[in-house]
């Protein structure tokens, strides 16, 4: 899978948090066709990127940095 000529690994998309610099509205209507939900855009936000990945793999307790 490429989203602007960037290559991706082949993981279940859905549990995929794009992080970008191009964070336009093409590059995220690029990722949510793909199935991406979470978009961040840097400089990101580190503990809303932990809450995001916390979320993904379903733990319950909070994450802090």
Known sequence: ISVTGVQTCALPISSAIVVTAFASAETRQQAQELGVKQVLSKPVDVPVLLGRI???V???SQ???
Do not use: A, I, Y
């Open 54 to 56: 916390s979320d993904l």
């Open 58 to 60: 379903g733990r319950t």
């Open 63 to 65: 994450v802090t940095v």
